[in-house]
């Protein structure tokens, strides 16, 4: 029903900035009710960091509000998360996630946040 690919991953400084890109294909975005973005860092579970609705309403997670923001661009089919700010603890695997009654993963991209 939909295929979905992470992309823009790194290592970048504390205080610096990566946008994430995930690539849906398959189905239209206008057809999915909600996708977000999830993250792993090692021996910590999945976690919920943002979601973001077809209407366009927001979720964030207490530990990156104020600086990520989640958005989706239904002409390009791709949805980004922008981080700004970045800590260490951000430290992780990002995941996109789509809900359409169940849930479709991404293969997840690293992003490490190092000085």
């Known amino acids: 029903q939909v295929q979905l690919v992470e992309s823009g991953g790194g290592l970048v400084q504390p205080g610096g900035s990566l946008r994430l890109s995930c690539a849906a294909s398959?189905?239209?975005?206008?057809?999915?009710?909600?996708m977000g973005w999830y993250r792993q860092a090692p021996g910590k579970e999945r976690e919920l960091v943002a979601t973001?609705?077809?209407?366009?309403?927001?979720n964030y997670a207490d530990s990156v509000k104020g600086r990520f923001t989640i958005s989706r661009d239904h002409a390009k089919n791709t949805m980004y998360l922008q981080m700004n700010s970045l800590k260490p603890d951000d430290t992780a695997v990002y995941y996109c996630?789509?809900?359409?009654?169940?849930?479709?993963w991404g293969q997840g991209t690293q992003v490490t946040v190092s000085s």
């Open positions: 996630n789509a809900k359409i009654y169940f849930d479709y």
């Open positions: 398959g189905r239209s975005m206008f057809s999915i009710n909600a």
């Open positions: 973001v609705t077809s209407g366009g309403s927001t």
